[in-house]
């Protein structure tokens, strides 16, 4: 890293949720003279890059200049653009694979493909390389015309109904860019055209050869023929991997299917399906662009959206690449992705020599800001305030591991409401004996990762006992709380109900269904001994456990219980009118409790605890 210059620092709110990775693979166009430069200082790139030079030295192909010369004319040869481009995507899959990023998806552009079909575990890095080294040669040794390829601020459907005859679109890059491709002498007149007119218009280096269109087909079989040789036991593309060669039509199809001689080819002939390909990138996916220079950033900027996180590996022209691909990897730590950076560094051997220094004088305490801090096992109160940091290995909130839906840990809500009950009784003389809840509005859920903690930030407004709770800058719940005088009557009759013809349930018949409909309950949270569902209502008993929390969840499954009969699907409650906790009526732990649920008062209810609406 370059000394002189100070080490970056960037912060990131992280709200705890797991993002949906994706690996963007580009092609043509991305390579420039002096790309491997650099990032040869890197041991696995390295390492990697000398095993794809390996491999290409038999077929005369020095890969080592190829990625290191500065002289910009390496790449006039097609070939050394395709296999310049393959090796360095391996390489950089490599790194991501030794730091345990994962991909939750899979898209090439063009070429870009091979990448996917490596990242897929469909190709080996051999293999990918050779396909890479195809692809150049069939190019090579047919007769083709002189043909070129453009950029241009169009989109497929705007461009389709303009362009001349001889003229293709190669390429569908977004809604409002796509590539084309067609005879060198059309395509400078075309494309002069389009400059004047001030519509974008950038040619692209392919060596003079008309890629994705009709000019290519002589190459067809002979590429078919050298890939039959590499690709010799085709494997299927996982569900990862978005197509962009073949329409969604016709994925389906057994050509689509498999990772073969025949997909690799199309691949050469027909339309990037690009622009289709992206509608697949979920709305809040971490986008990380692989190949030599983040040729994609721009389309992908405006075709993915807002809430997406774009992350180019390198840059066209860097000097100093290793700094940008560790920046690149600290912007993956920043929104959520775990990274294991121990593989970029040699091993520590031991013994060490005995003169060597010891790091602990070069730490000191950085005392020129002053910060509020907060600790796991004292969390501060400040007014009413209470900020916490929930991690699942903690002492205070390992019970919630026994509290999932769809597979992910979920913040309960009595937790939630346990806080704000601290928070308004702190400094009373004598614990209050009853409270009350009422307007509990859930806006969204608080998953738990299971490795990390996740923020929370509660604020109760004193004198009105209306609160919210945080995380991050993610609303999650509002509501009032309140402590109420001595003869207050908060609670209502829940009114006799017609059980008719009931169905009674055991305590495993109760969360079997739950599990079923992707509700997960363990521990304290597995509670109901017995159900009885009537027709205008539920009879239970509950195992109490001498928390009232834990009542409260017994009876909210309940309600979740009767709400998903028709859909069979994960509830979540997102109101609920008033909730009246009695704590002096709080059983011993092993006792039974009675609880009764009115279907058309809605109103869920037991000795200690009522739930309303």
Request: hydrophobic share 40%; with cysteine.
């Amino acid at each position: 890293l370059d000394k002189s210059e100070a080490p970056k620092q960037e912060f990131e709110h992280f709200p705890g949720v797991k993002r949906p990775v994706w690996f963007i693979y580009s092609g043509m166009g991305s390579q420039w003279a002096g790309m491997g430069v650099e990032l040869m200082k890197l041991p696995i790139f390295a390492e990697s890059i000398m095993k794809s030079h390996k491999t290409l030295l038999p077929k005369g192909i020095d890969l080592l200049n190829i990625i290191t010369t500065n002289d910009p004319r390496i790449f006039d040869s097609i070939l050394h653009s395709f296999v310049g481009i393959a090796a360095i995507q391996i390489a950089l899959t490599d790194i991501l694979k030794a730091l345990g990023v994962v991909p939750d998806g899979l898209i090439g552009h063009s070429v870009g493909e091979l990448g996917c079909s490596y990242a897929d575990d469909c190709l080996t890095a051999e293999q990918m390389i050779l396909c890479s080294y195809s692809r150049g040669k069939a190019s090579l040794e047919v007769e083709l015309i002189r043909g070129m390829m453009a950029a241009i601020g169009m989109g497929y459907n705007q461009a389709k109904t303009r362009i001349p005859p001889s003229i293709e679109v190669a390429c569908h890059n977004s809604k409002d860019n796509c590539t084309l491709s067609g005879p060198t002498a059309d395509m400078e007149t075309y494309v002069k055209q389009l400059q004047e007119e001030g519509t974008f218009a950038r040619l692209v280096n392919v060596s003079n050869i008309a890629y994705h269109s009709r000019y290519i087909k002589p190459a067809a079989p002979k590429l078919l023929e050298y890939l039959r040789q590499i690709i010799t036991d085709p494997k299927p593309r996982s569900s990862k991997w978005i197509s962009t060669s073949a329409p969604e039509s016709k994925w389906d199809t057994e050509e689509a299917k498999l990772c073969s001689a025949t997909y690799h080819t199309n691949n050469l002939l027909g339309s990037v399906l690009f622009e289709e390909g992206t509608k697949y990138i979920p709305d809040d996916a971490i986008a990380i662009e692989i190949a030599p220079h983040g040729l994609l950033q721009a389309i992908l900027k405006r075709s993915l959206k807002s809430d997406c996180t774009n992350i180019p590996l390198t840059q066209r022209g860097n000097k100093n690449a290793v700094q940008f691909l560790l920046n690149a990897i600290g912007k993956m730590h920043n929104v959520g992705i775990d990274v294991d950076l121990s593989p970029l560094y040699p091993p520590i051997e031991y013994p060490i020599s005995r003169g060597t220094s010891t790091l602990a004088p070069l730490v000191h305490w950085e005392h020129s800001e002053k910060w509020r801090i907060g600790v796991e096992e004292r969390i501060t109160y400040l007014f009413s305030v209470k900020d916490a940091h929930v991690m699942l290995h903690s002492d205070q909130y390992r019970y919630c591991t026994g509290h999932e839906l769809d597979d992910n840990c979920v913040f309960p809500l009595s937790a939630f409401l346990e806080m704000m009950l601290e928070i308004v009784s702190y400094g009373l003389q004598t614990p209050p004996s009853e409270v009350v809840f009422e307007n509990i509005k859930i806006k969204n859920v608080l998953v738990i990762p299971k490795i990390g903690s996740v923020p929370i930030h509660a604020m109760v407004q004193r004198g009105s006992g209306n609160f919210e709770i945080l995380s991050g800058e993610i609303l999650l719940i509002t509501g009032k709380v309140s402590i109420p005088e001595a003869n207050e009557k908060n609670r209502k009759n829940i009114m006799e109900f017609d059980m008719g013809e009931a169905t009674e349930l055991s305590s495993k018949d109760v969360y079997s269904e739950f599990s079923h409909r992707r509700h997960k309950y363990t521990g304290e949270f597995k509670a109901i001994k017995s159900l009885t569902v009537g027709k205008e209502g539920q009879h239970s008993v509950v195992t109490s456990c001498n928390k009232w929390q834990m009542l409260l969840e017994s009876l909210i499954q309940q309600y979740l219980f009767k709400a998903g009969e028709k859909y069979q699907n994960v509830q979540t409650t997102s109101y609920i009118l008033k909730i009246v906790v009695n704590l002096d009526k709080i059983l011993p732990e092993g006792q039974d409790v009675e609880v009764a649920y009115n279907y058309y008062t809605n109103i869920i209810s037991c000795d200690a605890m009522q739930l309303i609406g």
